[in-house]
C-alpha cells in the first residue's frame, strides 16, 4: 500500500479471549476487554499505554466508544473500519499508517462477538437486498457455493478436493489445544454430512462459536525492547470488489488477485518466501481460491494443489495451522484469529504445529461474500 513503509512497526502482543464454550454472562465488549488485558500482560505494556484504538463487530455500532468507556483510556486516534471478517487486518494496515505517522503510538485492534449465545441471525442481521433477497438464498453460504459451484463447472474441481480442505484443518485442529473440534475427519465423513448449500455440506462450513482476540502493535523501534518477540508488518495490501455477490464479476477470481501483489509488493517478497499461510476459510472453497490468487498455485489449480494432504500437517505448504475457521474456531468474523496464529508461528510457539524456521507468515482476511480482500505479510527478526 502506498505511504507504508515496511517494516515500521510489530505486533508485539496477542491473545484470545475465552473460547467455544457459549458465553450467556458476557457481552463483546466484555471479550473485547477480556482479549486486551491478556494481549497487554503478553508484551508487558498497561491499559494507559494504549493511545489508538481499533475495533469492529456485528453487535456495536460503535465499538471504540465503548472501549474509551469501558477501558477508561482516551485514545488520540480511533478506527471503526468494518468490511466484514478481513476488518482487522485492515485495522493492521491503519495502525501502521498511524503510528509511522505519529497519530498514536500504541494501538489496540479488538473483536468479540456472542453469536452463537444469541443466534447467528440476532448477532449479525441482514439487510435486504432487492437483487437476491426475494430468491430467499440462505446466505452467506449459499453466495460461497455459488463461487464453488462455479470453480467446479470451470476447472473441474470436485467435492473430494474441497472436502481435502476441511480434511486438512482438522488434522492441523487435533495439534492445537486451543480449538474447538477434537476428532479425526475423513473425507467420507465431509462428503456424507448434511447438506446444507450445494456442494456444501455442514462439514465444508466454518464453526459458529463466541469469542474475541486483541492485537497490541507499536513501531519497530519500541518493539526492541517489548518482552515478546516482535512479528513485523512487512506488506500490507487491500481491495473492495464487491457488496453482493450477485455483482461480483467473476466467481472464480477474488479480490485476493489484487490485495496479495499490493502486499508482495511492499513486502518485497513472494510466494515462496512464505513459510505459514493462515486464509480465511469460512467455507472450503476459500482457501482453493485464495492460495490461487495469492499466486501459490496457478487459477483453476487450487482444488489439485490442496490434494492429497498437501496443505496438512507435513504437507508442502502448511495452511491454517491453527485449525482455522473450520476447526479452530469461528466468532462471527474470523480474521483477528489469522494474525494471532501468524504471529505465534514466527515467535515459534506452535509445539508439535510448529513450522521449522518460519521467518515469514502470511494472513489473508475476507469479508462479507468474497467482498472484502486484505492480505498482510508478518516477518521475524530477520526479514528486517
Known amino acids: 500500500m502506498k505511504g507504508l513503509k515496511r517494516g515500521a512497526t510489530a505486533i ?7 473460547l467455544h464454550a457459549v458465553a450467556p454472562n458476557m457481552s463483546p465488549i466484555d471479550l473485547m476487554a477480556q482479549a486486551t488485558r491478556r494481549a497487554l500482560d503478553d508484551c508487558g505494556l498497561k491499559l494507559s499505554d494504549i493511545d489508538g484504538i481499533f475495533a469492529a463487530t456485528t453487535q456495536a455500532r460503535s ?26 487486518e485492515s485495522h493492521v494496515a491503519h495502525a501502521h499508517a498511524a503510528i509511522q505517522n505519529g497519530l498514536c503510538d500504541v494501538a489496540l485492534i479488538t473483536y468479540g462477538s456472542t453469536q452463537r449465545t444469541l443466534s447467528r441471525a440476532a448477532s449479525s442481521p441482514r439487510e435486504f437486498n432487492p437483487y437476491e433477497s426475494v430468491y430467499k438464498p440462505f446466505m452467506p453460504t449459499t453466495g460461497y457455493a455459488l463461487a464453488a459451484s462455479r470453480h467446479m463447472h470451470q476447472y473441474g474441481t ?40 450445494y456442494p456444501f455440506t455442514v462439514r465444508d462450513c466454518c464453526l459458529v462459536s463466541d469469542g474475541g482476540g486483541a492485537l497490541i502493535m507499536v513501531s519497530a523501534e519500541r518493539a526492541k525492547s517489548m518482552k515478546t518477540k516482535p512479528a513485523y508488518v512487512l506488506g500490507c495490501g487491500e481491495y473492495l470488489s464487491h457488496n453482493s455477490i450477485s455483482n461480483m464479476a467473476d466467481l472464480t477470481v477474488s479480490g485476493a488477485a489484487h490485495s496479495g501483489p499490493q502486499a508482495f509488493q511492499m513486502a518485497g ?58 476447526s479452530y474456531c469461528h466468532p462471527g468474523m474470523y480474521g483477528i484469529f489469522l494474525l494471532t496464529e501468524a504471529v505465534r508461528q514466527l515467535r515459534g510457539e506452535r509445539g508439535e504445529a510448529q513450522i521449522p524456521n518460519c ?23 530477520a526479514t528486517v
Open 269 to 326: 517478497l513472494k510466494p515462496s518466501d512464505v513459510q505459514a499461510v493462515e486464509l480465511y476459510d469460512a467455507f472450503t472453497i476459500n482457501p482453493i481460491l485464495f492460495l490461487e490468487d495469492l499466486g501459490f498455485c496457478p487459477k483453476g489449480e487450487g482444488g489439485r494443489f490442496v490434494s492429497n494432504g498437501n496443505i496438512a500437517p507435513g504437507g508442502k505448504l502448511a495452511v491454517n495451522t491453527n485449525g482455522g475457521g473450520l
Open 359 to 381: 521467518n515469514v507468515a502470511l494472513a489473508h482476511g475476507n469479508g462479507g461474500v468474497l467482498s472484502s480482500q486484505v492480505t498482510v505479510i508478518l516477518g521475524s527478526d
Open 63 to 88: 465499538p471504540t466508544l465503548y472501549l474509551r468507556e469501558y477501558l477508561g483510556i482516551v485514545p488520540r486516534y480511533a478506527d471503526n473500519t468494518m468490511i466484514g471478517g478481513s476488518s482487522f
Open 12 to 18: 508485539v502482543g496477542i491473545a484470545e479471549s475465552d
Open 158 to 197: 470436485t467435492r473430494e478436493q474441497l472436502a481435502e480442505v476441511a480434511v486438512s484443518a482438522r488434522k492441523w485442529a487435533l495439534m492445537n489445544p486451543r480449538a474447538w473440534e477434537k476428532e479425526p475427519l475423513t473425507v467420507e465423513q465431509v462428503l456424507n454430512a448434511r447438506m446444507v448449500s
